[in-house]
């Protein structure tokens, strides 16, 4: 099994920065992507970006493209979310999800482990 768990999250006024970690432990080694997720309010989850974990291709959801930056540090079985320029819209919980390769890791249905998540706020 693999253990997630973020941290990060908070309150942020609008067009400002916040960053978010997910450190993963347990068996890591078997990791093919992970991802970030999102859900606000009374909204469904959606996809916010993946990461693939040992070559390191990325892909975004459009709503975050060129604001939201998806990092990992492999030595550190650690991923990172850094958010600038953040809108209301960007109000949601945040939740990091590893996937062993089975399907495409930007569908929620196709990871594996999930963490938490973690609240990011973002006033107006």
């Known amino acids: 099994q693999v253990q997630l768990e973020e941290s990060g999250g908070g309150l942020v006024q609008a067009g400002g920065s916040l960053g978010l970690s997910c450190a993963a432990s347990?068996?890591?080694?078997?990791?093919?992507?992970m991802t970030w997720f999102r859900q606000a309010p009374g909204k469904e989850r959606e996809f916010v970006a993946t990461i693939n974990w040992k070559g390191g291709d990325t892909y975004y959801a459009d709503s975050v493209k060129g604001r939201f930056t998806i990092s990992r540090d492999n030595a550190r079985n650690t991923m990172f979310l850094q958010m600038n320029s953040l809108k209301p819209e960007d109000t949601a919980v945040y939740y990091c999800?590893?996937?062993?390769?089975?399907?495409?890791?930007?569908?929620?249905?196709?990871?594996?482990?999930w963490g938490k998540g973690t609240l990011v706020t973002v006033s107006s």
């Open positions: 999800a590893s996937s062993d390769g089975m399907g495409e890791p930007t569908h929620d249905y196709n990871m594996n482990y």
């Open positions: 347990g068996r890591a080694f078997d990791i093919y992507a």
